[in-house]
């Protein structure tokens, strides 16, 4: 029996989809195979073999990577305040959660630097400890920090509150405490979404480029980022060396994304409805 | 040995979820807390398993401070409306949970959790679900892995928080009884909260009712809904017909008929009867003092025909309530003029105020019951066919 769908026109709108989705994504993703395969399958190797890239590359995936796991510890957190309280303040706390977003990410770069500059706000103090933070790689981790924190809050508040609270009562009265109650209850509920923040945590902070450049010091070898090559091969005209090094990131993102999308699904293995 | 609650408070901003409610719960007994949403129930059980205070007010049970103790301290078993099973755990982790999160010392070996799990799921009839999940059962057998789940921590106390609530009819009678039969097997000491009289009064062995945070009635079954001991206990058990009296002389009237033996002396001038619609005899031809009526309508309901009736004297309409068949031998049909009298009332003398004094209440009956017709009516156009008279009666 053929299946009624809610909307009409199934197969113009996929097919709508498909051609849209070919056009915006997958066609500048091609272009930039195509112009990569210039240098061959050697010339990429040669290429990736560089020192310099590849401490690029392990800057801006690693850097990524403890970005997301920072924020994914500091977002739940703050989803979990913003969901549970109730405090004078707690909508505009909410609406400082998007500014990452909505910021200019040069602007957000450049004020980076400034506070955590030696002579800064925060450098100033953090120096006298003997940390440096701007024209570092620990630099480059806050400026990832920062742009991909909206993501790990935004995906967990609305799960956050659909959370029943009976479920953890029920925990209460059946003798867990509250750490147990957290572990065996809540944690493994939100693993689901706090993967799917992680991974666009991720994926904002491998991509990002305008804020880190600024607060990195783009010092080769040591606080130069992946994104950061592809424009200066570029800036010297070579281009098939910029495509490569941009198919190699994608191919590194694609990697992590599906392991993260099959953990995701294994996690998420309870909600598989129908006996 | 007994769960002693005295005079609890409770309030909620500016409405009062308890008031100074007391009550006392027998070892092994089935209580249930019947009343209205709002009424105060739930946060009376929730009080109980510890997730939630009272402002004033004792707990006792077994002689021991209920509310110094955490909820994962008093041992009670508590069973939600929504179920509230954990998704992320199959059916076995589930009922296994309570055992698995005791401290190291106390927790069973995992072999005996394993048996009991299996134990608990075969008392609950779900043998062979232990590796599904929540998400791949139906409403009534996540209700009984909830129950489960609460019974494996060996609870001295079952609370059960609308356990049918969100079952469909047939399920939530089915498992009412089969409840029923588990009570009757373990003797454990159970709270039922519920807004469904039919269950409370099927279920408990006592029920409380309660309204507006005060405790109304506790009593059996029998005694709430034969001897209401207020107007709300009248009005929210079972269906009542309201008859406003009038004192004349040593009785009290209400269109023509008299409720003689009033028990108050004269102190009181009016009052106000609750009728069920089971106890209005209905009559073909006049019986000493009954009203005059005239049938409106005929409600089919199953094996029970609701009337509605006109009553002129009483210049209201009254609702009575027969059994089918003996509407189908009456051939009673909607418009036909017929004697209607009360034989039982429960009647609260009204105050100065004009509302009812719940402590002065009357159970009224009947001296010499009316005999009721079952000769079949006679009518002009006769041979009243089954057919006809289906088709009059409209449901």
Same mark, same amino acid.
């Given at each position: 029996?053929?299946?009624?769908?809610?909307?009409?026109?199934?197969?113009?709108?996929?097919?709508?989809?498909?051609?849209?989705?070919?056009?915006?994504?997958?066609?500048?993703?091609?272009?930039?195979?195509?112009?990569?395969?210039?240098?061959?399958?050697?010339?990429?190797?040669?290429?990736?073999?560089?020192?310099?890239?590849?401490?690029?590359?392990?800057?801006?995936?690693?850097?990524?990577?403890?970005?997301?796991?920072?924020?994914?510890?500091?977002?739940?957190?703050?989803?979990?305040?913003?969901?549970?309280?109730?405090?004078?303040?707690?909508?505009?706390?909410?609406?400082?959660?998007?500014?990452?977003?909505?910021?200019?990410?040069?602007?957000?770069?450049?004020?980076?630097?400034?506070?955590?500059?030696?002579?800064?706000?925060?450098?100033?103090?953090?120096?006298?400890?003997?940390?440096?933070?701007?024209?570092?790689?620990?630099?480059?981790?806050?400026?990832?920090?920062?742009?991909?924190?909206?993501?790990?809050?935004?995906?967990?508040?609305?799960?956050?509150?659909?959370?029943?609270?009976?479920?953890?009562?029920?925990?209460?009265?059946?003798?867990?405490?509250?750490?147990?109650?957290?572990?065996?209850?809540?944690?493994?509920?939100?693993?689901?979404?706090?993967?799917?923040?992680?991974?666009?945590?991720?994926?904002?902070?491998?991509?990002?480029?305008?804020?880190?450049?600024?607060?990195?010091?783009?010092?080769?070898?040591?606080?130069?980022?992946?994104?950061?090559?592809?424009?200066?091969?570029?800036?010297?005209?070579?281009?098939?060396?910029?495509?490569?090094?941009?198919?190699?990131?994608?191919?590194?993102?694609?990697?992590?994304?599906?392991?993260?999308?099959?953990?995701?699904?294994?996690?998420?293995?309870?909600?598989?409805?129908?006996? | 040995?007994?769960?002693?609650?005295?005079?609890?408070?409770?309030?909620?901003?500016?409405?009062?979820?308890?008031?100074?409610?007391?009550?006392?719960?027998?070892?092994?007994?089935?209580?249930?807390?019947?009343?209205?949403?709002?009424?105060?129930?739930?946060?009376?059980?929730?009080?109980?398993?510890?997730?939630?205070?009272?402002?004033?007010?004792?707990?006792?049970?077994?002689?021991?401070?209920?509310?110094?103790?955490?909820?994962?301290?008093?041992?009670?078993?508590?069973?939600?409306?929504?179920?509230?099973?954990?998704?992320?755990?199959?059916?076995?982790?589930?009922?296994?949970?309570?055992?698995?999160?005791?401290?190291? +010392?106390? /927790?069973?070996?995992? @072999?005996?959790?394993? #048996?009991?799990?299996?134990? *608990? $799921?075969?008392?609950?009839?779900?043998? &062979?679900?232990?590796?599904?999940?929540?998400?791949?059962?139906?409403?009534?057998? +996540?209700? /009984?892995?909830?129950? @489960?789940?609460?019974? #494996?921590?060996?609870?001295? *106390? $079952?609370?059960?928080?609308?356990?049918? &609530?969100?079952?469909?009819?047939?399920?939530?009678?089915?498992?009412?009884?089969?409840?029923? /039969?588990?009570?009757?097997?373990?003797?454990?000491?159970?709270?039922?909260?519920?807004?469904?009289?039919?269950?409370?009064?099927?279920?408990?062995?006592?029920?409380?009712?309660?309204?507006?945070?005060?405790?109304?009635?506790?009593?059996?079954?029998?005694?709430?809904?034969?001897?209401?001991?207020?107007?709300?206990?009248?009005?929210?058990?079972?269906?009542?017909?309201?008859?406003?009296?009038?004192?004349?002389?040593?009785?009290?009237?209400?269109?023509?008929?008299?409720?003689?033996?009033?028990?108050?002396?004269?102190?009181?001038?009016?009052?106000?009867?609750?009728?069920?619609?089971?106890?209005?005899?209905?009559?073909?031809?006049?019986?000493?003092?009954?009203?005059?009526?005239?049938?409106?309508?005929?409600?089919?309901?199953?094996?029970?025909?609701?009337?509605?009736?006109?009553?002129?004297?009483?210049?209201?309409?009254?609702?009575?309530?027969?059994?089918?068949?003996?509407?189908?031998?009456?051939?009673?049909?909607?418009?036909?003029?017929?004697?209607?009298?009360?034989?039982?009332?429960?009647?609260?003398?009204?105050?100065?105020?004009?509302?009812?004094?719940?402590?002065?209440?009357?159970?009224?009956?009947?001296?010499?019951?009316?005999?009721?017709?079952?000769?079949?009516?006679?009518?002009?156009?006769?041979?009243?066919?089954?057919?006809?008279?289906?088709?009059?009666?409209?449901?």
């Amino acid at each position: 029996m053929r299946r009624r769908h809610f909307l009409p026109g199934f197969n113009l709108s996929l097919g709508y989809s498909l051609t849209y989705l070919g056009l915006i994504v997958l066609l500048p993703l091609a272009a930039l195979a195509w112009k990569a395969s210039g240098l061959g399958f050697d010339g990429l190797v040669r290429l990736l073999r560089v020192p310099r890239t590849l401490a690029a590359l392990k800057l801006s995936f690693g850097g990524a990577t403890l970005a997301a796991a920072i924020n994914v510890v500091v977002g739940l957190l703050v989803a979990w305040v913003l969901v549970r309280y109730r405090f004078p303040g707690r909508r505009l706390f909410d609406a400082v959660v998007d500014l990452p977003f909505a910021l200019p990410t040069a602007v957000a770069g450049i004020a980076l630097t400034a506070l955590y500059a030696p002579n800064g706000w925060i450098g100033r103090w953090l120096a006298e400890i003997g940390i440096k933070v701007a024209y570092t790689p620990v630099g480059v981790l806050v400026a990832m920090v920062f742009v991909g924190f909206p993501f790990v809050v935004r995906t967990l508040q609305p799960v956050l509150e659909s959370l029943e609270r009976d479920v953890e009562e029920a925990a209460e009265t059946l003798g867990a405490r509250r750490w147990q109650v957290f572990l065996k209850v809540i944690l493994p509920m939100l693993a689901p979404t706090l993967l799917t923040g992680f991974a666009l945590a991720l994926a904002r902070a491998v991509g990002e480029y305008g804020s880190v450049i600024f607060i990195a010091g783009n010092i080769p070898m040591k606080s130069e980022i992946a994104p950061l090559l592809i424009v200066q091969s570029l800036e010297q005209f070579d281009y098939a060396g910029a495509a490569a090094l941009g198919v190699a990131m994608l191919a590194f993102s694609f990697v992590l994304l599906l392991a993260i999308t099959l953990l995701q699904r294994w996690s998420h293995r309870w909600a598989e409805s129908a006996p | 040995m007994t769960l002693e609650l005295a005079r609890l408070n409770r309030r909620f901003s500016d409405y009062p979820a308890l008031n100074d409610v007391s009550l006392a719960i027998a070892p092994g007994e089935f209580l249930a807390v019947l009343g209205p949403s709002g009424s105060g129930k739930t946060t009376l059980l929730r009080i109980l398993a510890g997730l939630d205070y009272p402002e004033s007010g004792q707990v006792s049970f077994n002689g021991r401070d209920f509310l110094a103790a955490a909820p994962r301290q008093r041992n009670v078993g508590l069973v939600f409306q929504h179920y509230a099973l954990f998704r992320h755990l199959t059916v076995a982790e589930n009922v296994a949970f309570g055992l698995r999160v005791r401290p190291r +010392r106390v /927790r069973p070996k995992r @072999a005996d959790i394993d #048996a009991r799990v299996e134990h *608990l $799921l075969k008392r609950v009839q779900l043998e &062979g679900f232990g590796r599904r999940y929540p998400s791949q059962l139906s409403g009534g057998q +996540r209700q /009984r892995v909830a129950l @489960a789940r609460a019974l #494996a921590v060996e609870p001295e *106390l $079952l609370l059960l928080d609308e356990p049918f &609530g969100a079952l469909d009819a047939q399920v939530r009678v089915a498992l009412r009884r089969w409840l029923r /039969r588990l009570h009757e097997e373990l003797g454990l000491t159970t709270v039922f909260v519920t807004h469904d009289q039919e269950e409370a009064l099927e279920l408990a062995d006592r029920i409380a009712v309660m309204n507006r945070g005060r405790i109304e009635q506790v009593g059996t079954p029998r005694e709430i809904y034969q001897q209401p001991a207020t107007p709300f206990v009248c009005e929210f058990i079972g269906k009542a017909n309201h008859l406003a009296l009038r004192r004349e002389g040593e009785r009290f009237v209400a269109g023509g008929w008299a409720f003689a033996g009033e028990p108050w002396m004269g102190e009181h001038a009016r009052a106000i009867a609750y009728v069920r619609p089971e106890h209005l005899t209905l009559s073909a031809t006049p019986t000493p003092g009954a009203w005059r009526a005239h049938l409106r309508h005929v409600y089919l309901a199953g094996a029970v025909a609701h009337l509605e009736l006109d009553v002129a004297a009483l210049d209201q309409p009254l609702e009575a309530d027969m059994a089918s068949e003996d509407l189908a031998r009456m051939g009673l049909r909607a418009g036909d003029g017929l004697y209607v009298s009360p034989s039982h009332a429960v009647i609260f003398p009204l105050g100065r105020d004009g509302k009812p004094l719940a402590e002065d209440r009357w159970l009224w009956r009947v001296a010499v019951p009316a005999v009721p017709v079952r000769l079949p009516l006679q009518r002009p156009e006769a041979g009243v066919s089954p057919q006809r008279a289906d088709g009059e009666m409209q449901r």
